[in-house]
């Protein structure tokens, strides 16, 4: 077994000198993130060695739902200080929850689908099935019946539509009056995730043989959302706690920066759950529902939860030691296809028995549908992932929103 590790490494390491990856990367893939492809966009960018990475990223997709990517236009300073920011944000909104007080950027009559989303509010879909088909070591610390995540959330808008048409609900741009630097900063760092997603579009269709701006050209115009998460690890710290509930994202690709907190756990292909391990100054990248529908189920959306385990608390144990926050922030974005495309597999992912599994429908019309089937009423907003409740409506991320009926 040894030996067959050190020709896996040895391989990969050959594959590091041909191409843009540094031996580092792909080290760091093999030893923390199953089979997660890291690869650098720089050469890309520069317009060189396109095809090695264009495949590597359709794999990594196709087989883990996960990518890590380095982009030179992505700045560490940026990543800290949207988490620095977060941090305090979460911060002074949770003392101001706890005490039962009103949030000024919290808009439950618009399905959370601007401003924040207290603690306790979003359960993920039941997917027991899936679940109980895993081997019991690759089970989700997630319970067959969901409970409420804990944890926070903010909807930020980052681009504007484009095909002219009112959404009821649609996501406002919500600045908290006490943060002066909040746009600015959130902004930055939307614009980074944005490229980032952009790029990662255009190789991953020439990774599965279409046009670069398959992908890409449909994406230009959607509401994007930059959706900063945190949980309060001074409140929830026992092993098993959930912050984000076993579920898959419904729009096309979702992108993290690097966390402060480990506990992120995905599910590959094959069922295998694994921790990830973003190496320093790359950003994760996701598979969502999306995606999916325009290969026909040739790539998946990704499985995943977020939940505290050991390394989260020597993490914490750390951080409490050198006088920093215990808020678990994740710097995500959740890119998306524009509402007026139509969802369908696509070129050669157009076979019977994909066109009967995932039949043309609008982005717009995917979601109402799925939330009609789970009895949702019909006025939830768009950005959706696969969770809904009959009660009020859901979000990108794959759980409901609830709001308590009257």
Same mark, same amino acid.
């Given at each position: 077994?040894? #030996?067959?590790?050190? /020709?896996?490494?040895?391989?990969?390491?050959?594959?590091?000198?041909?191409?843009?990856?540094?031996?580092?990367?792909?080290?760091?893939?093999?030893?923390?993130?199953?089979?997660?492809?890291?690869?650098?966009?720089?050469?890309?960018?520069?317009? &060189?060695?396109?095809?090695?990475?264009?495949?590597?990223?359709?794999?990594?997709?196709?087989?883990?739902?996960?990518?890590?990517?380095?982009?030179?236009?992505?700045?560490?300073?940026?990543?800290?200080?949207?988490?620095?920011?977060?941090?305090?944000?979460?911060?002074?909104?949770?003392?101001?929850?706890?005490?039962?007080?009103?949030?000024?950027?919290?808009?439950?009559?618009?399905?959370?689908?601007?401003?924040?989303?207290?603690?306790?509010?979003?359960?993920?879909?039941?997917?027991?099935?899936?679940?109980?088909?895993?081997?019991?070591?690759?089970?989700?610390?997630?319970? @067959?019946?969901?409970?409420?995540?804990?944890?926070?959330?903010?909807?930020?808008?980052?681009?504007?539509?484009?095909?002219?048409?009112?959404?009821?609900?649609?996501?406002?741009?919500?600045?908290?009056?006490?943060?002066?630097?909040?746009?600015?900063?959130?902004?930055?760092?939307?614009?980074?995730?944005?490229?980032?997603?952009?790029?990662?579009?255009?190789?991953?269709?020439?990774?599965?043989?279409?046009?670069?701006?398959?992908?890409?050209?449909?994406?230009?115009?959607?509401?994007?959302? !930059?959706?900063?998460?945190?949980?309060? !690890?001074?409140?929830?710290?026992? /092993?098993?706690?959930?912050?984000?509930?076993?579920?898959?994202?419904?729009?096309?690709?979702?992108?993290? #920066?690097?966390?402060?907190?480990?506990?992120?756990?995905?599910?590959?292909?094959?069922?295998?759950?694994?921790?990830?391990?973003?190496?320093?100054?790359?950003?994760?990248?996701?598979?969502?529902?999306?995606?999916?529908?325009?290969?026909?189920?040739?790539?998946?959306?990704?499985?995943?939860?977020?939940?505290?385990?050991?390394?989260?608390?020597?993490?914490?144990?750390?951080?409490?030691?050198? #006088?920093?926050?215990?808020?678990?922030?994740?710097?995500?974005?959740?890119?998306?296809?524009?509402?007026?495309?139509?969802?369908?597999?696509?070129?050669?992912?157009?076979?019977?028995?994909?066109?009967?599994?995932?039949?043309?429908? @609008?982005?717009?019309?995917?979601?109402?549908?799925?939330?009609?089937?789970? &009895?949702?009423?019909?006025?939830?907003?768009?950005?959706?992932?696969?969770?809904?409740?009959?009660?009020?409506?859901?979000?990108?991320?794959?759980?409901?929103?609830?709001?308590?009926?009257?």
């Amino acid at each position: 077994v040894h #030996g067959e590790n050190i /020709i896996r490494i040895l391989i990969m390491l050959a594959r590091a000198l041909k191409s843009s990856l540094s031996p580092i990367a792909f080290v760091r893939q093999f030893s923390s993130s199953k089979g997660i492809a890291v690869v650098d966009l720089a050469p890309y960018l520069n317009e &060189n060695k396109t095809q090695e990475a264009a495949q590597e990223i359709a794999r990594s997709f196709r087989e883990t739902g996960t990518l890590i990517v380095r982009d030179p236009r992505m700045k560490d300073q940026d990543n800290n200080n949207l988490l620095d920011m977060m941090e305090a944000y979460f911060t002074s909104r949770a003392e101001m929850h706890y005490r039962g007080q009103k949030l000024p950027e919290c808009y439950p009559e618009d399905g959370y689908q601007h401003g924040v989303t207290p603690e306790l509010i979003e359960v993920a879909r039941d997917h027991k099935d899936r679940i109980t088909s895993y081997q019991q070591a690759h089970r989700p610390v997630s319970p @067959t019946t969901p409970i409420p995540d804990k944890k926070w959330r903010y909807f930020w808008r980052t681009g504007e539509p484009r095909d002219g048409a009112n959404y009821q609900f649609d996501s406002k741009r919500v600045i908290p009056k006490d943060f002066p630097k909040w746009e600015n900063t959130m902004d930055i760092w939307g614009r980074t995730l944005m490229n980032a997603c952009y790029s990662v579009a255009e190789l991953l269709a020439l990774g599965i043989g279409f046009e670069k701006e398959t992908f890409s050209s449909r994406m230009q115009g959607a509401t994007h959302l !930059l959706a900063p998460t945190g949980s309060d !690890l001074a409140k929830y710290n026992q /092993i098993g706690d959930i912050f984000a509930g076993f579920h898959y994202d419904l729009n096309f690709i979702t992108i993290h #920066g690097k966390s402060r907190y480990p506990g992120l756990y995905v599910w590959l292909r094959d069922g295998t759950k694994i921790p990830v391990r973003v190496p320093d100054g790359c950003l994760l990248l996701q598979s969502g529902k999306q995606l999916e529908y325009f290969t026909g189920g040739y790539i998946e959306a990704g499985f995943h939860e977020v939940a505290f385990d050991d390394a989260a608390r020597a993490a914490v144990e750390k951080a409490k030691k050198e #006088g920093r926050s215990t808020w678990r922030i994740s710097s995500t974005l959740f890119s998306s296809i524009r509402y007026d495309v139509l969802l369908e597999p696509l070129g050669k992912f157009a076979t019977p028995d994909a066109k009967r599994a995932y039949p043309p429908i @609008t982005a717009y019309d995917q979601t109402i549908d799925e939330l009609k089937h789970i &009895n949702l009423v019909k006025t939830c907003l768009l950005y959706t992932s696969d969770a809904a409740d009959d009660l009020l409506c859901v979000d990108l991320g794959g759980r409901r929103i609830i709001k308590k009926k009257k």
